[in-house]
């Protein structure tokens, strides 16, 4: 089956760093661009990070900028999101989407809680 796995989320204190990671199964990033979305209660779905497949550009939500890195490993076909700095408001649960041109797949997501 084609679908994308993240791990890496959990309960973190203000300031600290988390690493989440999503790993494709069946199928090879090279052809996808990457995207990490968070979603928190309430909220609607919001891109946080993206790669590109082409140039591999990164870009982010302003909100993040400086704090979290998205880096991507083809050879591994795993995606990455280091996010430091955390601050409660960035409490969600955290998916990864890999988007082509004819298909585009979903993870289950990884809950990020930052609480003292």
């Known amino acids: 089956q084609l679908h994308l796995a993240e791990s890496g989320g959990g309960l973190v204190q203000p300031g600290g760093s988390l690493r989440l990671s999503c790993v494709a199964e069946?199928?090879?990033?090279?052809?996808?661009?990457m995207t990490w979305f968070r979603q928190a209660p309430g909220k609607e779905r919001e891109g946080v990070a993206c790669?590109?497949?082409?140039?591999?550009?990164?870009h982010y939500v302003e909100s993040v900028k400086g704090r979290f890195t998205i880096s991507r490993d083809n050879a591994k076909k795993t995606v990455y999101l280091q996010m430091n700095s955390l601050k409660p408001e960035d409490t969600a649960l955290y998916y990864c989407?890999?988007?082509?041109?004819?298909?585009?797949?979903w993870g289950q997501g990884t809950q990020v809680t930052v609480a003292s």
């Open positions: 790669s590109s497949n082409m140039d591999y550009s990164s």
């Open positions: 989407n890999a988007g082509g041109s004819t298909s585009n797949y």
């Open positions: 069946g199928f090879s990033l090279d052809y996808y661009f």
